[in-house]
């Protein structure tokens, strides 16, 4: 299975002044998916509302993701956006994750899609009119993991979910992902402990980047995210150390 998809083709015109219509409606259609801040409402079969509870400004966000999609990366199609809104493209299929768990994506092709969607990612030119904060000089994802792609038959693995996007170190964005597959390893008596593991192992061999070199920063980051619970930031350090580990045997002496 190549780590690799095709690239975007959002030319078809979805209706612009429809999508800016649905901004601030009260009721843009059913509830498709509720994350820890926002709301992602099904308009139809090509479009979806994306809604933060938390009144923040989505405008930043939609500006990154139409950034990738305009320099071929595979993301969703971004229509409209105002205050806390986005309209985005629909994607349909598996997230990598469930593809993963059914046995149907082996964990070395999961390893190397994640490595592959970084590293293009981080190939990209900065946007030039960025106004947002800049702590580094790569576009940066920071919350991307298998549960954060889907395997659509348009455009092969794509990124959804930029809430965190922005513009910081590459070395970041590869360690943060590292941490998220280590916290499910890290956790002893998780269902999927052995399998995140073996993950973690073949992702760590798949990129090209020092994990390591950004690996305090990104639990610092990690460890401050609001949407963790106690027991999930416990695992936290559990996870920066079992990455060390691994880095470490994987490391010739």
């Known amino acids: 299975?190549?780590?690799?998809?095709?690239?975007?083709?959002?030319?078809?015109?979805?209706?612009?002044?429809?999508?800016?219509?649905?901004?601030?409606?009260?009721?843009?259609?059913?509830?498709?998916?509720?994350?820890?801040?926002?709301?992602?409402?099904?308009?139809?079969?090509?479009?979806?509302?994306?809604?933060?509870?938390?009144?923040?400004?989505?405008?930043?966000?939609?500006?990154?993701?139409?950034?990738?999609?305009?320099?071929?990366?595979?993301?969703?199609?971004?229509?409209?956006?105002?205050?806390?809104?986005?309209?985005?493209?629909?994607?349909?299929?598996?997230?990598?994750?469930?593809?993963?768990?059914?046995?149907?994506?082996?964990?070395?092709?999961?390893?190397a899609i994640l490595a592959d969607l970084h590293a293009r990612l981080h190939a990209l030119p900065l946007p030039a009119d960025w106004d947002g904060p800049a702590d580094g000089d790569a576009v940066v994802h920071l919350d991307l993991h298998p549960g954060n792609v889907i395997l659509t038959e348009a455009y092969g693995p794509a990124v959804v979910d930029w809430c965190d996007s922005g513009i910081g170190r590459a070395v970041v964005d590869v360690a943060l992902s590292a941490l998220i597959v280590a916290e499910v390893a890290a956790d002893a008596g998780g269902l999927y402990s052995h399998a995140a593991r073996a993950t973690l192992a073949a992702f760590l061999a798949a990129v090209d980047v020092d994990v390591v070199a950004g690996l305090d920063e990104a639990a610092v980051v990690r460890a401050n995210d609001p949407a963790l619970v106690a027991g999930e930031r416990d695992l936290v350090p559990v996870a920066a150390a079992l990455v060390r580990e691994l880095v470490a045997l994987a490391t010739p002496h």
Do not use: K
């Open 1 to 111: 299975m190549s780590s690799a998809g095709p690239v975007p083709d959002h030319d078809q015109p979805q209706g612009a002044q429809l999508a800016s219509a649905l901004l601030g409606v009260a009721d843009p259609g059913p509830l498709l998916t509720a994350g820890d801040s926002a709301d992602v409402f099904a308009v139809d079969d090509h479009l979806v509302l994306r809604r933060y509870r938390t009144g923040r400004d989505a405008c930043n966000e939609a500006a990154i993701v139409r950034h990738v999609v305009a320099h071929g990366y595979p993301a969703p199609a971004v229509h409209a956006a105002a205050g806390t809104d986005i309209v985005m493209e629909r994607l349909h299929g598996p997230t990598l994750l469930q593809s993963l768990t059914a046995g149907e994506t082996s964990i070395h092709d999961a390893a």
